[in-house]
């Protein structure tokens, strides 16, 4: 009702301070759950692509496979030893968060390149993969189908581009970005499927294709650390299930990094539900305060006619107005911090070539007005209590101010 | 008609249970002008109280024109006070956010009895018979203590109730304001014909009534 919102809304003016201060300590705390939420978000998100183009913590190959290590990549040569691809689904080891399969063969007179350049084939599985794709710098705006081929940034093709190797045809469905490790580099990846249909062209050792481009065999996999494990723990896990394979362990310090971060996202996760479920309690200790200040007029309210709902609708409006206002003041103040944060340290970080991705518009405003909501929750939740006890009192009880 | 039968209101203290009101019997004819007297503490506002619906009976019923009104569900006794009964405390109960006319109208606008244009037309032509008629959009600080107690006097006739129930409403004001509110909560009873039920300790007020119920001590002894 009209009048009742009204009275909600001049109530809050009546006491002016109060009711600031309350406007304040909700825009505080929706501030935070605006700005945490954000920043976590892109956090993720810059995680993601950033650390996965660290590469794996682990790389796992037959023994006796070359490996090239760097220190932030972690590279299968291309060798005849190979794996089975299901090895790791087979086994489901603890302490593995993703195993990503790999092919490589190294290959001669195939037309990419000038006529005698080895070209480094690359097979990946699309669905395992999370080393070679956060490296894309430019795709087609599509997904990937058999047939598309993946450049390595030391490769010029423009994309949509037929490229032919063996003779093929191939389509450039993307490239990547400059990694500084050969293999990367000199790269062109593609599917399993893709680069297993290749097999008839390419010569072996022993005149026929290499067993890697056989279906089911792969030349390694690239895994990564589930969070709170350790290298050593997943290496004795491997080496302990798996046959005839080497581990070989990437930069220790990146995996902690992640891990590190993960669990503080975590607790900054943790901090946000508290920070509103004591402002909750806040409000509801206000609104106490208020319902008891306020007995006289709600009884009179109740004597001339007021409901039950209507009392507590009046009162839970108020509170609603009161934290929703606060609630967008805190995502304006996010906003400004943001500004900040964005001004400051991504800008630092950035120079630093390390990328930070903001969450794209559409999700900012979803966060934003989740802010809204989450203090508007805060309020109706906080003087629900109160308004609903002092709506059971007799109106005389209210009205001589007991109760 | 108004109806109490054995009505009672007990209260539990750290001394023991305390009979505000014990036992009371009490029929009020439909537009009668009833006072109920008494010294403070006997009672009498705890009384006024059960009759207007405000407070819980620990025992006894008040039934008017035929309905119980504590058999009712809380929802259907808000909307029984908000219809038939008009309430002036003893004090000055306006709600000091809202206009003049909006304290007036808001029995009304929270009954839904009629379009909010239809209410304050009312609104606007009680608080103009109540000589309020230049206040319409004054706050109650604006005004007098007496024009205050005016405009709660139109504001319990908004809903047109059957008894207007009067809790000392003169007990705060001087003595010339005092004679012009009970001249208007007069003339509320005989030109509507509307029950008027008075509370007050003073007995010159009571003896313009038709019926006076004296109480001591939670009961009728007179």
């Given at each position: 009702?009209?009048?009742?919102?009204?009275?909600?809304?001049?109530?809050?003016?009546?006491?002016?301070?109060?009711?600031?201060?309350l406007v304040a300590a909700v825009a505080v705390a929706s501030g935070v759950v605006f700005t945490g939420a954000t920043l976590m978000r892109s956090i993720d998100r810059s995680m993601a692509v950033g650390f996965t183009r660290l590469g794996?913590d682990?790389?796992?190959?037959?023994?006796?496979?070359?490996?090239?290590?760097?220190?932030a990549?972690?590279?299968?040569?291309?060798?005849?030893?190979?794996?089975?691809?299901?090895?790791?689904?087979?086994?489901?080891?603890?302490?593995?968060a993703r195993?990503?399969?790999?092919?490589?063969?190294?290959?001669?007179?195939?037309?990419?390149?000038?006529?005698?350049?080895?070209?480094?084939?690359?097979?990946?599985?699309?669905?395992?993969?999370f080393t070679?794709r956060p490296w894309l710098v430019?795709?087609?705006?599509?997904?990937?189908?058999?047939?598309?081929?993946?450049?390595?940034?030391?490769?010029?093709?423009?994309?949509?581009?037929?490229?032919?190797?063996?003779?093929?045809?191939?389509?450039?469905?993307?490239?990547?970005g400059?990694?500084?490790?050969?293999?990367?580099?000199?790269?062109?990846?593609?599917?399993?499927?893709?680069?297993?249909?290749?097999?008839?062209?390419?010569?072996?050792?022993?005149?026929?294709?290499?067993?890697?481009?056989?279906?089911?065999?792969?030349?390694?996999?690239?895994?990564e650390l589930a969070p709170g494990?350790?290298?050593?723990?997943?290496?004795?896990?491997?080496?302990?299930?798996?046959?005839?394979?080497?581990?070989?362990?990437?930069d220790?310090t990146l995996s902690g990094i992640r891990q590190g971060l993960e669990a503080l996202l975590d607790g900054i996760l943790a901090l946000m539900v508290l920070m509103f479920a004591s402002t909750a309690l806040m409000v509801?200790?206000?609104?106490?305060?208020?319902?008891?200040?306020?007995?006289?007029?709600?009884?009179?309210?109740?004597?001339?006619?007021?409901?039950?709902?209507?009392?507590?609708?009046?009162?839970?409006?108020?509170?609603?107005?009161?934290t929703g206002f606060g609630g967008a003041l805190g995502v304006v103040l996010g906003v400004l911090v943001m500004r900040l944060y964005e001004r400051s340290l991504v800008h630092y970080l950035e120079k630093l070539g390390v990328p930070f991705l903001w969450l794209d518009l559409p999700r900012m405003a979803a966060a934003a007005v989740g802010a809204v909501v989450l203090a508007c929750l805060i309020g109706?939740l906080?003087?629900?209590?109160?308004?609903?006890?002092?709506?059971?009192?007799?109106?005389?009880?209210?009205?001589?101010?007991?109760? | 008609?108004?109806?109490?039968?054995?009505?009672?209101?007990?209260?539990?203290?750290?001394?023991?249970?305390?009979?505000?009101?014990?036992?009371?019997?009490?029929?009020?004819?439909?537009?009668?002008?009833?006072?109920?007297?008494?010294?403070?503490?006997?009672?009498?506002?705890?009384?006024?109280?059960?009759?207007?619906?405000?407070?819980?009976?620990?025992?006894?019923?008040?039934?008017?024109?035929?309905?119980?009104?504590?058999?009712?569900?809380?929802?259907?006794?808000?909307?029984?006070?908000?219809?038939?009964?008009?309430?002036?405390?003893?004090?000055?109960?306006?709600?000091?956010?809202?206009?003049?006319?909006?304290?007036?109208?808001?029995?009304?606008?929270?009954?839904?009895?009629?379009?909010?244009?239809?209410?304050?037309?009312?609104?606007?032509?009680?608080?103009?018979?109540?000589?309020?008629?230049?206040?319409?959009?004054?706050?109650?600080?604006?005004?007098?203590?007496?024009?205050?107690?005016?405009?709660?006097?139109?504001?319990?006739?908004?809903?047109?109730?059957?008894?207007?129930?009067?809790?000392?409403?003169?007990?705060?004001?001087?003595?010339?304001?005092?004679?012009?509110?009970?001249?208007?909560?007069?003339?509320?009873?005989?030109?509507?014909?509307?029950?008027?039920?008075?509370?007050?300790?003073?007995?010159?007020?009571?003896?313009?009534?038709?019926?006076?119920?004296?109480?001591?001590?939670?009961?009728?002894?007179?």
């Open positions: 009702m009209r009048l009742l919102a009204s009275l909600a809304l001049q109530n809050l003016g009546r006491r002016k301070a109060r009711s600031f201060l794996a682990l790389m796992v190959v037959p023994e006796g496979a070359l490996t090239n290590i760097t220190a990549l972690l590279v299968v040569e291309p060798t005849d030893l190979v794996l089975d691809r299901d090895a790791f689904a087979k086994a489901r080891l603890a302490g593995i195993a990503a399969p790999q092919k490589i063969v190294r290959v001669e007179h195939s037309g990419v390149g000038s006529h005698h350049e080895s070209a480094d084939l690359i097979g990946f599985d699309p669905a395992l993969d070679i430019e795709k087609l705006n599509r997904g990937m189908r058999p047939g598309d081929v993946i450049l390595g940034a030391g490769r010029a093709a423009p994309l949509g581009s037929e490229l032919l190797i063996f003779g093929k045809p191939h389509l450039v469905y993307g490239r990547l400059r990694a500084g490790v050969g293999t990367h580099e000199r790269g062109v990846f593609m599917s399993f499927d893709t680069l297993e249909a290749l097999a008839p062209s390419v010569h072996g050792h022993g005149g026929g294709p290499p067993p890697v481009l056989q279906k089911g065999n792969v030349s390694g996999f690239l895994v494990a350790t290298p050593l723990q997943a290496r004795f896990a491997i080496l302990s299930t798996l046959k005839g394979v080497k581990v070989v362990a990437g220790s509801c200790v206000l609104f106490s305060a208020i319902v008891a200040e306020r007995r006289g007029e709600l009884g009179l309210l109740k004597a001339i006619g007021a409901r039950r709902g209507q009392i507590v609708g009046m009162m839970v409006t108020e509170a609603v107005l009161a109706a906080g003087a629900l209590y109160p308004a609903w006890r002092a709506s059971r009192r007799d109106p005389y009880d209210l009205v001589r101010g007991e109760g | 008609m108004l109806q109490c039968r054995g009505l009672c209101k007990r209260y539990v203290t750290e001394r023991g249970t305390v009979a505000a009101v014990d036992g009371i019997d009490l029929d009020v004819a439909t537009g009668r002008y009833a006072a109920i007297i008494g010294r403070s503490g006997s009672g009498k506002s705890s009384l006024m109280a059960m009759i207007g619906g405000l407070s819980r009976p620990t025992d006894g019923r008040v039934i008017v024109d035929g309905t119980d009104i504590w058999s009712l569900a809380e929802d259907e006794l808000a909307a029984f006070r908000n219809g038939h009964i008009g309430f002036v405390f003893q004090f000055a109960s306006l709600l000091p956010t809202l206009r003049l006319a909006d304290n007036v109208a808001l029995p009304a606008m929270l009954g839904r009895r009629g379009a909010p244009s239809e209410i304050y037309a009312r609104a606007a032509r009680l608080l103009g018979q109540m000589g309020l008629g230049d206040r319409l959009d004054a706050y109650p600080s604006e005004v007098s203590a007496g024009e205050q107690r005016r405009a709660v006097i139109a504001r319990a006739l908004i809903n047109e109730p059957a008894i207007v129930l009067a809790d000392e409403p003169t007990s705060d004001l001087d003595e010339q304001t005092e004679i012009e509110i009970m001249d208007e909560l007069l003339a509320v009873n005989r030109e509507r014909g509307t029950t008027l039920i008075l509370v007050t300790h003073n007995l010159a007020l009571a003896e313009q009534a038709e019926q006076i119920v004296h109480i001591a001590r939670g009961a009728v002894v007179a």
